[in-house]
């Protein structure tokens, strides 16, 4: 932590930074507040796909869901179970959205599209992007 001499701008809560706050820098380097630290690193990161694997696993979730336009309704052989409608079409939508994803939504994408290898093809290797 040091004590502002300059003002560097903007802290990431919108409030400006004075001569004398408190601040620290973020991951990205960034100054903020000091008690804006903390309540930043709270907030979840959301990234895009990191490699083929969690590639793979969204192209077949939305392909999955694709099939299931009745949400489990008829049984046809295609598409989520009805267990896993609901979740397997809202991680659906967040990747149609393309604002990415959280590391254990990813987690769990990969986890859910392995389960339904049968309508979207195989895992493929790891191969980082």
Not at 64 to 84: C, I, K, M, T
């Amino acid at each position: 932590m040091s004590f502002v001499s300059r003002l560097p701008g903007t802290c990431v809560c919108g409030n400006a930074i004075n001569a004398g706050d408190l601040i620290e820098r973020n991951a990205m380097g960034k100054y903020v507040h000091a008690a804006c630290l903390s309540v930043q690193s709270l907030r979840p990161v959301y990234r895009i796909a990191k490699d083929t694997v969690e590639e793979w696993a969204a192209a077949g979730l939305v392909r999955v869901a694709g099939l299931d336009p009745d949400h489990a309704r008829e049984l046809n052989g295609v598409g989520f179970s009805r267990y896993d409608g609901d979740f397997g079409h809202d991680m659906a939508e967040k990747i149609l959205a393309e604002n990415g994803l959280t590391d254990k939504m990813w987690a769990a994408v990969v986890k859910l599209a392995t389960k339904y290898q049968r309508q979207i093809g195989p895992k493929p290797t790891l191969i980082a992007v």
